[in-house]
Nanobody, 121 residues
Framework: QVQLVESGGGLVQSGGSLRLSCTAA????????AHWYRQAPGQQRELVAS???????NYGESVKGRFAISRDNIKNTVNLQMNSLKSEDTAIYYC???????????????WGQGTQVTVSS
């Protein structure tokens, strides 16, 4: 069952921008710490950015200064703004998050289904 839904991928020219969003499928789950990963064909999955519930951020070296992760705790959404895109940013981007179940009070880690980002040179 899909609990995280990503959106915003697509095709963009080199130097362009895209904004990815990740939201919980239902508000019974609240996003806690969240990460964006990416996986290019033939490559290992790579951590792109992370954000804690308090808003502390970390970035992979290859995206520092170009990508920005943010969250909206009211909308229960995590976003990834990607600027100055390069062909090497082409990958499937996955949202990963600890979700807090407001009824059971349990934390569980979930992955989204992934969204394709293609940067043409």
């Amino acid at each position: 069952q899909v609990q995280l839904v990503e959106s915003g991928g697509g095709l963009v020219q080199s130097g362009g921008s895209l904004r990815l969003s990740c939201t919980a499928a239902t508000n019974i789950f609240r996003i806690q710490i969240a990460h964006w990963y990416r996986q290019a064909p033939g490559q290992q999955r790579e951590l792109v950015a992370s954000i804690t519930p308090a808003g502390n951020r970390n970035y992979g070296e290859s995206v520092k200064g170009r990508f920005a992760i943010s969250r909206d705790n009211i909308k229960n959404t995590v976003n990834l703004q990607m600027n100055s895109l390069k062909s090497e940013d082409t990958a499937i981007y996955y949202c990963n998050a600890d979700l807090y179940h407001t009824t059971t009070k349990k934390l569980q880690n979930f992955w989204g289904q992934g969204t394709q980002v293609t940067v043409s040179s």
